[in-house]
């Protein structure tokens, strides 16, 4: 039997490229998209037509929530009375489950799943995907995905569904949602965003101090694919001491001793708090 898909925000940025990746798939797709804007690119884009949210409900088996973070609760809690027990409701993002912005029906299925986005070190062949930074297009991807509640038969819906939204996959990793969180916004944003954010900040300031800028992108760019191959374990190597020297003296000038508090659990929260 086929399973129907209704997609809430089809139009908007994640929704559209959710739309696209769900077309030709086994799933009879119903589109939801209130801005106007929104609902024109889906027709002129993808040949899409809209409908509306009780005709997208009526026997869906799954709805997906493609809308942003600040928005998930408001709209769970207007679908709820709507959405019939059994149905599997997905979120793109851990936030705001892990915040507790998901109704109170324990006769849903609340499946998260979130992309891994395409790895720095890969394979790929065609240019087309090796310029595909985002994912969900050409280049291979990871997922991480999480069985917030609901039977353990639905994992294997979620995740098929995970795997079609975020397509080409290279793997697929089952998570609880307190992971997920850890991972987003606490690895990925918290370190991973922010100090790339400084390392741009360095290379504007060596180059306020008269490097030019073409000579000292080059050399961050470059010396950030060696020295990640080698701290990810990515090539067999290791650091000429003056490096390590610099790593020892630099990181104490760099981060506070209990840096890795962004990690403790009301940390996350409260991150998560502000996000949604």
């Known amino acids: 039997m086929t399973v129907t898909i209704a997609l809430f925000g089809a139009g908007g940025k994640m929704g559209y490229r959710l739309s696209a990746n769900l077309r030709g798939s086994p799933y009879a797709v119903r589109h939801v998209e209130p801005g106007a804007a929104g609902r024109q690119r889906l027709k002129d884009g993808l040949g899409i037509d809209c409908v509306a949210a009780d005709t997208a409900l009526d026997g869906a088996r799954a709805v997906i929530l493609a809308v942003p973070d600040t928005l998930i609760g408001s709209l769970a809690a207007e679908l709820s009375p709507r959405i019939a027990p059994g149905t599997m409701v997905i979120t793109l993002d ?3 489950p892990f915040a507790g912005h998901l109704p109170d029906r324990p006769d849903l299925t609340y499946f998260v799943a979130h992309p891994c986005h395409p790895p720095i070190f890969n394979d790929e062949e065609t240019e087309a995907a090796r310029k595909d930074y985002f994912g969900g297009l050409h280049a291979r991807q990871s997922i991480v995905s999480a069985l917030m509640q609901g039977p353990e038969s639905d994992f294997d819906l979620g995740e098929a569904i995970a795997k079609t939204i975020y397509a080409p996959i290279l793997r697929s990793h089952r998570l609880s949602v307190e992971q997920m969180a850890l991972l987003e916004p606490g690895l990925s944003e918290t370190v991973a965003a922010t100090l790339l954010d400084v ?11 008269g490097v030019p800028e073409a000579a000292a992108r080059d050399f961050l760019l470059g010396h950030m694919t060696i020295l990640s191959a080698v701290i990810f374990k990515q090539i067999p190597g290791q650091f000429s001491d003056a490096c390590n020297k610099a790593i020892t003296y630099g990181k104490p000038r760099l981060m506070r001793d ?4 962004v990690f403790d659990r009301d940390e996350i929260a409260e991150s998560i708090r502000r996000i949604t």
């Open 94 to 96: 851990a936030a705001a």
């Open 199 to 209: 390392m741009r900040e360095a290379m504007d300031e060596v180059v306020a101090r």
């Open 258 to 261: 209990d840096w890795k508090r």
